[in-house]
T-cell receptor
């Protein structure tokens, strides 16, 4: 069973702090990795994707991938109350098609003013 | 550009009934995927359609089925509903193409919330 694991949280950080969200996956053949944000009562929306080892930065967000450790993380710098949401890690396995992603159960982030 | 449209948004059914959910993808997108989201299991992949063909299927019983039409619109059907089928059903569309290893973004609709009594 190919799995994606996330700490369910809630993760609580003060406004302006760095929020660190972590994800591990079981399939070594996984190729692409995604972070989705889901506000309460809303549908998931893509924040970032990464498929090479290392860091990828986009504004306040940095995705980090370590394929040897089967670990992917998302850092949110200067966290804002509007970042409060559930963050879903998703993985596309080798041979999987574009629409077939394996999702973790999500980490709920709360940013306190 | 219109987003992914799902209908109906909310529905209540009783055990044993069947239900059909509809999804209209973003114009030009040829891939439509369906996911079930529950508090306990999170987002789970049901199936993906591309150019009217089922490209992948998740680990769900045969009561769950789907199809895609020539205009890329998709429907999913659940027969003989069970209490455990109560969930948010999300449809996601994507271009379906793969270029340079990047698989492209999935765009989700607002979902159809099914309650089975």
């Amino acid at each position: 069973q190919k799995e994606v694991e996330q700490n369910s949280g809630p993760l609580s950080v003060p406004e302006g702090a760095i929020a660190s969200l972590n994800c591990t996956y079981s399939d070594r053949g996984s190729q692409s990795f995604f972070w989705y944000r889901q506000y309460s009562g809303k549908s998931p929306e893509l924040i970032m994707f990464i498929y090479s080892n290392g860091d990828k930065e986009d504004g306040r967000f940095t995705a980090q991938l370590n394929k040897a450790s089967q670990y992917v993380s998302l850092l949110i710098r200067d966290s804002q109350p509007s970042d409060s949401a559930t963050y879903l890690c998703a993985v596309k396995n080798y041979g999987g098609s574009q629409g077939n992603l394996i999702f973790g159960k999500g980490t709920k982030l709360s940013v306190k003013p | 550009k219109a987003g992914v449209t799902q209908t109906p948004r909310y529905l209540i059914k009783t055990r044993g009934q069947q239900v059909t959910l509809s999804c209209s993808p973003i114009s030009g997108h040829r891939s439509v995927s369906w996911y079930q989201q529950t508090p306990g299991q999170g987002l789970q992949f049901l199936f993906e359609y591309f150019s009217e063909t089922q490209r992948n299927k998740g680990n769900f019983p045969g009561r769950f089925s789907g199809r895609q039409f020539s205009n890329s619109r998709s429907e999913m059907n659940v027969s003989t509903l069970e209490l455990g089928d109560s969930a948010l059903y999300l449809c996601a569309s994507s271009s379906g193409s793969v270029a340079g290893g990047y698989t492209g973004e999935l765009f989700f609709g607002e979902g159809s919330r099914l309650t089975v009594l």
